[in-house]
């Protein structure tokens, strides 16, 4: 999948509902990052310590950072540590696992179910393939989970003063050249699961592997042949101007709008895809500010819209001063006192 109009380059099996095992916590990172307070301390209950499976080996009553446990969760892939990270960010690890399943279905993950963060054998807990690509498409949005899945050391100190040393051992992330980031994850029911992404010139690809015994190899040969066989093609350039646009009752009469990102679409190489486009524009009454979103830049291909690159002002507009309305109101309430006949109208 491409990361950014995460159109598909290659499938197989893609719509088989499969266990995923730790690459759940991609979408407990997610969560995570975006409604808890990274910063903030936490005390390690009785209920995330001891858990099966990978750990950082957390003791109740320890006190770390959020942002640690997001490190320790990521690179050691730390069961206790998804726990952890579910009760300090929503108060208990059911409602956590809610909203994971509640912005599974706000990115269009439709065929996954999570039952907990850690990705533990469960009984409803399965994805698809093309699943965890949109969700790990996703997550790769965010620069923050971004840098925590590209890390290979990090070092934590507890409250207490224990250190911990998170060392990574993910074949891919270590040996692959254009490696951003990497997910493992394994249970005897799941097998070997691994999402990855790697970016090579302005073409970043993301690959989803359920059940693959043969992962770290089958991963790096699916992004060479992405690399091979498909080029980015930039359709429009940040901060690119794409329109003039009216504006009602402001102090200019125009304003531009530019391009808010640049996009660059994945395309097979000998191929020529018929791409169009289409601007809506929602609002264009002042006052405006710069960088103030005015409407979007919608992408199409074979009819069906791909991308949406939101439209900028380029500069403040202010509304028109009171003196402007003043004036204006004097010049209307003369007109109102010429006669009828005067004004060039006509009644019948």
Known sequence: MDRQTKQILLAHNAQEKLEMASTTKIMTALVAIELADLESEFTIPDEAAGIEGSSIYLSAGETFKVIDLLYGLMIRSGNDSAVALAIATAGSEAHFVHLMNQKAEMIGAYNTVFANPHGLDGAIHYTTAYDLAL????????????EIASTKYYKSTTKQ???REFHSNNKFILNYPYATTSKTGWTTPAGRCLTSAAKKDEMEIVSVLLNAPNWFNDAMHMMDWGFENFEAVELVAKDAVLDIVDVVNGDKRVVPVVAGESLNFPVKKGSDPIITTEKQIHNTYAPISKGEKLGVLQFYIDGKIFYEVDLLASEDVA????????????????IGNIPLESKGWYSW
């Open 319 to 334: 509304k028109k001063p009171l003196p402007w309305y003043l004036r204006l109101i004097s010049k209307l309430n003369f």
């Open 161 to 163: 003063g224990t250190v």
């Open 135 to 146: 969700i790990t498409a996703h997550a790769m949005d965010n620069p923050l989970l971004k």
